[in-house]
């Protein structure tokens, strides 16, 4: 492991850990170095690596798009175990471009190491449950490590699932699921004989595998029916609304189920699911047009959903931490959201670019801070090494400080608002779920 990957490793936990509310690993491998390919999917552009990297025990080298490797960044992508991957549509004659990177691969697949690839090849910028196809590159690499081993080294590939419950808010989820693996040298007659064939057989085995280990929904069209119906039941991968009561397991199982349910129907056959989907989209989409959620709907019924005694608390013995919190981090807040969303014209990048850039640029506003505290208050270089580390923390307070207080102020509003049209509404379409789909 070289020592910005290890850096990275130790320090994202903490990142990651204040960024995202919860996470799950599922069937998480039991080796940190097994001569394995993880070909995984790719909703959220730059988060997947940090939460596979950090997340799913296997030390990886991650496969990483060519144009990323300007001459100044090598030096630290290549401490990061990044290696540059060349594709067709970058003007490039991929075949002499990347067979450098392939020496590398099979050299650290011999070496017993990982490779992570993402397997759908780019990020939609609106996100969506499901799967592009899986490209064949992943597969391909293993079997070109076997030829270059003379097939004395066991290599395998796996399935990767990566689930967001909202890809970019801070205070989300992720799960993350792993296949079982696929030994390639039990395929060596089968790849001898008919090369291509095997290639194509084991990449849609593993397209099979990581569908499985996502919530997949088939026809695209119908993706925003499927998020639809987990707002209303509260049972799913939604990031806003769900049963606190329900593991995040339980969730990614249902999401799943409800997936798979929509994929064995023919839905733009059958009128009534037809007619469920636009009266979802009718009601969701006036409850955004008057700024509302359907939360402050359900709470007509639920007066819990709307209590405010938990922001209450927050705001009445949090602030002076929530203060200490805003000094160190607002500036840095300010000036890496405004240069992040100027930059970066895809929101996708956003989440992600601004939690590392928030790393670096509030380490360097702050260590000043901290020399001054420590030389005019505390005279401790250990209290000063400790009050950096809390920093994260106090910052992370601050945010919470500020939600809760918004969340109140809007809990407030909403115990007078008068929802009634929108309650009789969300009970018949409640109604309608339950009769149309079982599993839900």
């Not at 004989?193 to 595998?209: A, F, G, V, Y």
């Not at 129907?265 to 955004?288: I, R, S, T």
Request: net charge positive; charged share 25%.
């Amino acid at each position: 492991m070289r020592p910005l990957y290890m850096l990275l490793y130790f320090s994202l936990n903490y990142s990651l850990s204040l960024f995202y509310r919860r996470s799950r690993i599922v069937n998480k491998p039991k080796k940190r170095y097994n001569s394995t390919i993880y070909i995984s999917n790719h909703p959220n552009s730059f988060m997947d690596p940090l939460v596979i990297g950090q997340g799913n025990h296997a030390i990886v080298y991650f496969m990483t798009r060519s144009d990323v490797f300007k001459w100044w960044l090598k030096p630290v992508l290549w401490a990061s175990h990044m290696l540059p991957i060349f594709r067709q549509h970058d003007g490039e004659d991929t075949k002499t471009a990347n067979s450098d990177t392939f020496r590398q691969v099979n050299e650290s697949l011999a070496k017993g190491r990982n490779i992570l690839i993402f397997g759908e090849g780019f990020t939609d910028d609106v996100p969506i449950r499901s799967l592009k196809p899986v490209k064949k590159g992943g597969v391909r690499m293993g079997f070109h490590a076997l030829v270059a081993t003379n097939w004395e080294k066991r290599i395998s590939i796996a399935a990767l699932g990566v689930n967001y419950t909202d890809r970019n808010t801070i205070g989300s989820d992720y799960l993350i699921a792993n296949s079982e693996p696929i030994c390639l040298n039990d395929y060596k007659d089968a790849y001898l004989q008919q090369p291509s064939k095997t290639i194509n057989e084991l990449t849609k085995l593993i397209e099979q595998r990581m569908q499985e280990a996502i919530t997949y929904v088939k026809n695209k069209a119908w993706a925003p029916f499927h998020e639809n119906v987990m707002q209303i039941t509260r049972k799913g991968m939604n990031h806003p609304n769900f049963e606190k009561h329900l593991t995040l397991e339980e969730r990614w199982n249902y999401s799943r189920e409800l997936a798979m349910w929509l994929n064995e129907q023919e839905p733009d056959e059958n009128a009534a699911l037809v007619a469920l989907k636009k009266d979802l989209e009718g009601y969701f989409g006036l409850l955004k047009r008057m700024k509302l959620e359907d939360r402050f709907v359900l709470a007509k019924k639920r007066p819990e959903l709307i209590d405010r005694s938990k922001e209450l608390l927050i705001l009445l013995f949090l602030w002076p931490l929530a203060i200490v919190g805003m000094i160190h981090g607002l500036v840095p807040y300010l000036v890496v959201k405004k240069f992040t969303e100027k930059s970066f014209r895809r929101k996708v990048f956003w989440g992600s670019v601004k939690m590392m850039l928030g790393k670096l640029f509030g380490t360097i506003y702050n260590i000043p801070l901290i020399l001054l505290l420590n030389y005019y208050v505390f005279p401790s270089n250990w209290f000063g090494l400790a009050y950096f580390f809390v920093i994260p923390v106090l910052c992370w307070i601050a945010m919470i400080y500020v939600r809760a207080f918004k969340e109140f102020r809007l809990k407030g509003a909403m115990k007078t608002a008068d929802v009634s049209k929108f309650v009789t509404k969300r009970d018949e379409i409640e109604q309608k779920i339950r009769e149309l789909i079982p599993v839900a």
